[in-house]
């Protein structure tokens, strides 16, 4: 009888549960529409990796043209030429300083940078990087180092060398590390072969450590556009259950696409057919999915060019090949209004070259906890560039709504671009973005990199600590290409099991440690 009482008692619980489930507006549905079919993994060695880097050649193609906008291109250029052409304004008003300490620098050591793994010197450097267990896994064109937490290099390969492809250079990397599986993950692209196989490449460790062997998919993504299309600026994402995948198309553009691939697919080596949705906004950024968080759907959100708007869509059934659908677009309310930045001047010192701050969209994956989604972009405010931030609440009730915004900045006379984003389930977040305040003069004024907390309440204005400045800065090109993203990740502790509720973040972004010279930098930020 006890027994039987409790299985009612479970019954009633569900019963309820389900009740108070928010409807889904089913109006909004999308379908898929086509898919992907893709053979088992290859497993790859570290000493075929290294075999293979030992007598590559790189292709090619190792200065990526402009930043591919997702409008009209002489549109793009007007609209950025005359967010340029703003009154120059000397100085902004200073918030004030936050009423607690801030997070402080434990460590930082150098990244990539732009000639490592020998398959040329590669510009921008598109830098993304994240923290396991014990490594610190970055990637950039056309590199793949893995470092200690104190930052011994422990391997470089390229690109090519991780994937085992050598016909087209390959780019755009992503790198995140999940958490609750212990695995790394790393997506690249490469340059088209002709006009109907493009080659894109996902790597999925087959333990915790980066060093070791991995799994290996490479598939051609250009059915996704039809013949001659573009497969660019790929994002990657975590759910629960699945790997998100989105990617801008191009030739001409046709909006964004999405696909998603089931963990216990991929973590296994094994063959998978997934379902692609396309002509979604641009350019559509998937989330990092908090291991604690439950929400059965996962987010994305876009910011699309210069339009003061916010779009997100969910998808329902992640991992489920022939179930997933996609809910949207749900336009954000509670927006302010924004616009393309200007580009980012430098110290009088660099020859009046300028670095570009791209457009407003969102430039790598944001954070999902929940009833919560945390993104930011580079916006303008006058003269000046600078990242805001949201926190975006209303999820769970299908009703996205704008919660916390503001905008940050190094100093009152700051250009500030390139920011990312990650927050723990507590609801503690780190902004990382790239400084210039020319004011300054050189070298205080060079190039730098910037973080930012909300330990003393959310940040806004004047906020957080610069975590280091440029030794140079670029003197050529106007505006200079400037890496198309940066990255945030969370320390998951020393434990067998997983907690990001450590209070360590892990920034990379771009340095310029000489003369028209790239690197990136790690630091450790612990509150």
Known sequence: MKKFAFVAALSVCAVSLISLAPAQDMSKKILPTMRFNVKAAV??????????????????????????????????????HAADLAPRMASRPDALPATSPLAAISTKFA?????????????PPDVAGSIGKSQFVSTSNDVFEVRSKGGT????????????????????????YDEEFQRWIVTADAFPENSSVQIFGLAVSKTSSATGSWYIYLFNVTGIGGAGSFFDYPMLGISQDALLVTANIFSPFQGSSLFSIAKARVYNGFGFSVPVFTGLQATLEPAHQLLTDQNPYSWLAAAPGNSSVIDMYYEGFAANAFSAFIGGPFSVSGVPGF????????PSACGGATLDTLDNRFQNAGTQNGDLYYQVHTV?????????YYIISGLLSFAPA????????????SWDFNPSVASDPAGHFGLNWSTTTPAAGFPNGNPGMHF????????????????LTSASCYTSGSPQR??????????????SVSNTNTKIFWPVNETVPSVNFWSTEIAKIIW
């Open 402 to 413: 704008v919660a916390v915004w503001h905008d940050v900045f190094a100093n009152g006379s």
């Open 452 to 467: 930012a907390d909300n330990n003393g309440g959310n940040p806004s204005g004047t906020s957080g600590i610069n975590v």
């Open 111 to 123: 990244g990539a940078s732009e000639c490592d793994a020998g398959s040329g010197c590669w510009i």
């Open 339 to 346: 616009s393309f930045p200007p580009s980012a001047p430098q």
């Open 153 to 176: 290099l422990l391997s470089t390969k390229s690109l090519n060398g991780l994937f085992g492809y050598s016909t087209q250079s390959m780019f755009d990397p992503r790198v995140q």
């Open 43 to 80: 497993e790859r060695t570290p000493e075929q990796m290294d075999a293979f880097d030992a007598t590559f050649v790189s292709p090619g193609q190792v200065r990526e043209a402009a930043v591919r906008p997702t409008m009209d291109e002489a549109q793009y250029a007007a609209m950025k």
């Open 380 to 388: 303008a405010n006058g003269s000046f560039a600078e990242p805001r």
């Open 482 to 495: 400037w890496g198309d993203y940066s990255q945030v990740s969370i320390d998951p502790g020393p434990g």
